[in-house]
């Protein structure tokens, strides 16, 4: 299918741990792969992107990693507060047929993120 | 959100009636979206818009339809409200088609409850 989906739905960390959010898609075209981040009653916000052509990207206290070969992308976040509490979603880009510019991103269902003080 | 801005923010309606949300952009960009978000769902796309006049369905466009008359206004109706379209609503918008880069951005979502 065209599904991007999530191997943990929750994970709770000690506040200045490493994190890692995983998460698994299914379709080998995707060619462009994005992070968000949703605090509760908020919407989704942009963490970080990756173009299919790369297999590491960092940003601040946070690094993407994607894996082609085996489908699979994952998010670090390092010295993780309290405040990076929230619910991660992975979403993938497929470009559709017949020169449209666009895509379809699709979302995973997200991973609760609970970081304890 | 800076740039986007959903309203209203919640909203309860009955059952029948015809809902009208509003999103607004200050960012002249050119694609739009709609999405529902729900519980076990995740994100689901309803309706997007890739320039004026220019909509087209997404995965769950049974009972809403859209208009876009102006670049920065994006409409989505629900026609005739029914208890299945109690969700959260979130507008997002993008410069590229494909959302690269810096993907979309998204509003604060407007809370619609069909009693």
Redesign the interface.
């Known amino acids: 299918g065209e599904s991007v989906g999530l191997h943990l739905p929750t994970l709770s960390v000690q506040e200045g741990d490493n994190s890692i959010i995983n998460c698994a898609y299914s379709n080998s075209a995707s060619d462009y792969f994005i992070w968000y981040k949703q605090e509760s009653g908020k919407g989704p916000q942009f963490i970080i992107d990756i173009r299919s052509n790369m297999d590491k990207r960092q940003g601040q206290r946070v690094t993407v990693l994607l894996n082609k070969t085996v489908k699979h992308l994952s998010l670090q976040i390092a010295a993780t507060q309290p405040g990076d509490s929230a619910v991660y979603f992975c979403a993938e880009n497929f470009p559709l047929t017949g020169g449209t510019s666009y895509g379809k991103l699709t979302f995973g269902q997200g991973t609760i993120l609970t970081v304890h003080p | ?1 800076a740039g986007i801005t959903q309203s209203p923010r919640h909203k309860v309606t009955e059952t029948g009636t015809p809902v009208t949300l509003r999103c607004h952009q200050t960012e002249n960009h050119r ?1 739009m979206y709609w999405y529902r978000q729900d519980p ?4 689901r ?1 309803i309706h ?1 818009s ?1 320039g004026v006049k220019d909509t087209d369905k997404g995965e769950v466009s049974d009972g809403y339809s859209v208009s876009r008359s102006k670049t920065e206004d994006f409409l989505l109706t629900l026609e005739s409200a029914t208890s299945s379209q109690t969700s959260v609503y ?1 507008c ?1 918008i993008s410069e ?14 407007t809370r619609l409850t069909v009693v």
């Open positions: 959100d694609y076990g769902h995740g994100l796309l997007y890739y979130f997002a590229s088609g494909t959302g690269a880069p810096g993907g979309y951005t998204f509003g604060s979502g």
